[in-house]
């Protein structure tokens, strides 16, 4: 079992969470997150717990538990890659810098599957300007909420807001209306995969981009499960220089 561990103080270093966690239950693992560009704690950490048993007995006990000064969030989460989490900080940290790579421009039609809080929908509504509009389609009403809320702060009257059923992979847009696709850290949660890549083939256009962070897949495997479907084929992948972890940017083309 895979445990999410914040609110950690910049001086908690790994040992400090081994021996409070070792107090409840025996440790597999424990990692905390860093800056992959100046190495400094993101203030979180991954915990692996060898049992299910054990795990919800450490959130029953630990969450809310202070350490070092700082009272911690312990709750579960799901197993991640190698490097992953860094790499999703890194994203987050450089999303509007990764969307103009990705192929994002002024006046572009854009849907953000998946868009969480909308750390990709705000930067692309800012990308694509007052000529250009963004799809934000969710699946939980609270954060879909967030994203209404940081666009009413910043002013941003470009995104359209939708609260979406994965279960049915329909987005109700027209044949071939947009011109990049976003999907971060979602993949995995999709039950049927193949119904919402032929559903965002429909709408993409001809010549669009579909970029993929496959959080939790890894960027082999999705490769390797994309070709299988024979939608999308490869047209770059994205990252920080130097950096290897076991899911990056991919980004894709009709193929």
């Known amino acids: 079992m895979q445990l999410y561990v914040g609110g950690l103080s910049n001086d908690t270093k790994e040992e400090n969470i081994v021996e409070l966690f070792s107090s409840i239950c025996p440790v597999q693992l424990v990692t905390i997150i860093r800056d992959i560009e100046s190495g400094k704690s993101r203030g979180f950490a991954i915990v692996k717990i060898l049992s299910e048993e054990d ?4 959130i029953r006990q630990l969450n809310g538990v202070a350490l070092r000064g700082t009272n911690l969030v312990v709750r579960k989460m ?14 987050t940290d ?21 868009c969480g809080s909308g750390n990709f929908t705000i930067p692309s509504a800012r990308i694509v300007g007052k000529q250009g509009k963004v799809y934000a389609f969710e699946a939980r ?11 009413r702060k910043e002013g941003l009257t470009n995104i359209e807001t939708t609260l ?20 971060y850290d979602v993949m995995h949660e999709i039950g049927d995969r193949r119904g919402l890549l032929q559903e965002l083939s429909r709408v993409l ?48 083309n009709k193929c």
């Not at 795990?55 to 450490?58: D, K, N, Q, V």
């Not at 799901?78 to 994203?91: A, C, D, I, K, Q």
């Open 141 to 151: 009403p609270d954060l879909l909420e967030r994203v209404k809320e940081r666009a």
């Open 78 to 91: 799901p197993e991640t890659l190698p490097g992953e989490m860094e790499f999703r900080e890194w994203l």
């Open 55 to 58: 795990g919800g007995e450490a």
């Open 94 to 114: 450089h999303a509007a810098e990764v969307l103009t790579k990705v192929g994002i421009r002024k006046a572009q039609i854009i849907l953000d599957y998946g």
């Open 205 to 252: 256009k001809r010549d669009g981009i579909l970029s993929v962070f496959p959080m939790h897949m890894g960027t082999e495997n999705f490769i390797d499960v994309m070709r299988g479907y024979g939608l999308f084929c490869l047209r770059n992948r994205y990252g920080p220089p130097g950096f290897k972890a076991a899911s990056e940017v991919l980004n894709f």
């Open 164 to 183: 979406s059923d994965r279960s049915k992979p329909n987005t109700n847009l027209q044949d071939e209306s947009v011109d990049v696709i976003v999907v």
